[in-house]
T-cell receptor, first 110, second 113 residues
Framework: GIQVEQSPPDLILQEGANSTLRCNFS?????LQWFHQNPWGQLINLFY???GTKQNGRLSATTVATERYSLLYISSSQTTDSGVYFC????????????FGKGTRLHILP | KAGVTQTPRYLIKTRGQQVTLSCSPI?????VSWYQQTPGQGLQFLFE???????NKGNFPGRFSGRQFSNSRSEMNVSTLELGDSALYLC????????????FGEGSRLTVL
């Protein structure tokens, strides 16, 4: 099945800094989403982005499907951005399951 | 409109017992999928239902089962609970099978003693 690798595993930044989170996947995908897991465990949708670029406020994401990676950019970080960021992909084969990366744990210091 | 609703939010069971978790999808969504999250294994796909039929299943033992009702609500059941089943169980809904965004509920946190 598809392998999903996220980097870096951990990131500690000062408030106001910018960050780039990466998601590499090993095969072609139909779907790719980025999530932020809040302290209570809920996965909050950030982007549904199987290809192209999207922006939402301080966050933006780019997926280069032909090169099998996606990037999540967070600008002007705030302490509320802390948490774990996951990327999840679904392959193109009928039996492909949804695969999550292991996440990037982001800690923003005040 | 209301989001994905999971019940119960927290529960404690003992080894050997069984548990049933419930998930009500977003109105109009017909696909429901379930995931297990543990510190060691991360987020793992359990199964996906669409139109009351299981369409895909992850690599979990037969003690894990589920079903979907005609109103798209879904339940999952874990029988003969083991300590290792302690986890956050997350449910997601989407409009259709393998199409579009997943929307997650707040999860059911199961502790097995």
């Amino acid at each position: 099945g598809i392998q999903v690798e996220q980097s870096p595993p951990d990131l500690i930044l000062q408030e106001g800094a910018n960050s780039t989170l990466r998601c590499n996947f090993s095969d072609s995908v139909n779907n790719l989403q980025w999530f932020h897991q809040n302290p209570w465990g809920q996965l909050i949708n950030l982007f549904y982005i199987p290809s192209g670029t999207k922006q939402n406020g301080r966050l933006s994401a780019t997926t280069v499907a032909t090169e099998r990676y996606s990037l999540l950019y967070i600008s002007s970080s705030q302490t509320t951005d802390s948490g774990v960021y996951f990327c999840a992909v679904e392959g193109r084969n009928r039996d492909d399951k949804i695969i999550f990366g292991k996440g990037t744990r982001l800690h923003i210091l005040p | 409109k209301a989001g994905v609703t999971q019940t119960p939010r927290y529960l404690i069971k003992t080894r050997g017992q069984q548990v049933t978790l419930s998930c009500s999808p977003i109105s109009g969504h017909r696909s429901v999928s379930w995931y297990q999250q543990t510190p060691g294994q991360g987020l793992q796909f359990l199964f996906e239902y669409f139109s009351e039929t299981q369409r895909n299943k992850g690599n979990f033992p037969g003690r894990f089962s589920g079903r979907q009702f005609s109103n798209s609500r879904s339940e999952m059941n874990v029988s003969t609970l083991e300590l290792g089943d302690s986890a956050l169980y997350l449910c997601a809904s989407s409009l259709a099978l393998a199409v579009g965004e997943l929307f997650f509920g707040e999860g059911s946190r199961l502790t097995v003693l």
